[in-house]
């Protein structure tokens, strides 16, 4: 380490800048969470103050959990999350390893034409998807979303796992072919735990934005039975009246799962980026 | 019997050609050794034999039956990597155990087989670790017990001392060495280091540029190289080529002789200062600068005091030296 980065100033200095940073991205988290235990008056007199014995209430929840079907929705939601993170890492990976691994014509233009989603948001696909799940029939079913995700997802994870794959020595995978090892069980056995750190980096990079989706399920799948919990939230957030204990709640609640996958997949996650850098 | 058979055997990359028209035999318990510069193709060539890589024409041979089509499994042979190449999720007896499980031998058979081959290589206390968790000597010995195992016809070594250090490097070529008296099996062995070609080989193929220079015994290829290549490659400190001019001789060729042949005396054809010495103990190492051709390096035996700057006369025995044309061909 050199000395510019033990001098005491400058440790003081850099934990500072990162604990303010720290606290502004907490900051509405924080609001939002000691919000959803207080009255609704509380919440508009004194947002910023605490639940205290007089404006503690529970109200919000008590809602959420009568009104619509929030246990479903939630399932919903984790449902699409976790089929669609699988879709990604199965085909992303394997499309990856392809690339990485195998000499065919057009493997450059291939791995090209797969990165090129990256550059275009498939939002601007939504009328022509539209017209495709009506066309399936796959409309207000959870798999409309689940494709339409993998799809998303499938350019990033295809860039980012094969140059990974890239890395794995090719000794590693000979050794297998010598040994009798199908190709599905090299990649299966060998080559996919040693690129588990990318994988989770993909998934937690794909897991955020499919769960705080809104777009999506209010144009495929805004049936009751197949609402997921974003936009079975919007329901509390009227044109008019807006309840707002119960939005605060419902959001509250769906923070937890991504937050629980997120520390599962974290540690993961950091060996992923820094892995370029320490060798 | 003839181990392994290249007939005709080609290899290209898109327009590269990586091998051209090798021909080669085998004979059964001979060990091979594959020896040039890096990038002559002499990797690609066991990847060809092993079935890592097609050829593009031509025939291989193992066994006497042409296995261009067979995959690397099914071929009867075993290899051993550079980088060892062991499965970091298994221990050292699973990893020495797949190639048997694979081909569904039974239980009794494969720890018989692992045990057999543990004690050949001194592994017997490591057998329940992790790759991880062993040196990189035993990592490769490893590597050596899970081809053993197998069994196979034909064992392919990919420059398996290059990763280690000196030491153990000297080591484990003594033990690969006695590990093919033992077992009389055929071995190919891929490397760049000569020295590790004369002391293990039994039979040299030096490759250049993809195609085979000369093929023979380590003491042939040393005592009557068909080229100046094979002559410069094989012997350390490399021969030392001085025009024929500077001699004596016709302009076009080369004069070769060995460091070991130059004898310094009082009045000879050879005459400049000495740029470099380097004292060994049992040997003595000198480099001179000769001004009409390129330096030369002379090997003394014993200990001798020479001085850079000092100014030297050399001389040689034409019986001793190698005339090369100007395609570098023997005369």
Redesign the interface.
Known sequence: MNKALRSPFNIFASHAILLTYTLIALFPVFVILINSFKTRKAIFREPLSLPNADSFSMIGYQTVMRQGDFFLYFQNSLIVTVSSLFFVLLFGAMAAFALAEYRFKGNALMGLYLALGIMIPIRIGTVAILELMVASGLVNTLWALILVYTAQGLPLAVFILSEFMRQV?D??K????????SEYTIFF??VL??VRPAMATVAVFNMIPIWNDLWFPLILAPAENVKTLTLGSQVFIGQFVTDWNAVLSALSLAILPVMVLYVIFSRQLIRGITSGVVK | MTALSLKNVCKSFGNVEVLKDINLEVDEGEFVVFVGPSGCGKSTLL?VI???EDATSGSVEIGNAVVNTT????RG???V?????????LTVKDNMA??LK??KQSKSEIDQRVEKASKMLSLEDYLERRPAELSGGQRQRVAIG?AIVREPKLFLF?EPLSNLDAALRMNTRIEIAKLHRSLNASMIYVTHDQTEAMTLASKIVVLRDGRIEQVGSPMELYNNPANQFVAGFLGAPSMNFIAASTVGGAADQTVGIRPEHIRVVQDGRLKGDVTHVEKLGGDTNVLVDIPETSGITLRLFGQHDIEVKEQLQLDFDDAQSFLFDADGLRF
């Not at chain 1, 000979?174 to 090892?181: E, P, S, T, Y």
């Not at chain 2, 995959?71 to 099914?74: E, I, L, T």
């Not at chain 2, 550079?82 to 999720?89: D, E, G, K």
């Open positions: 020595s000794d590693l000979n050794a297998g072919r010598v040994d009798g090892l056995r060998l735990p040693l | 990847r092993a079935g890592l995959p690397p499994a099914k042979i075993a290899m990597f550079q980088s060892y190449a062991l499965y970091p999720h797949l190639a694979q081909q899970r990919d």
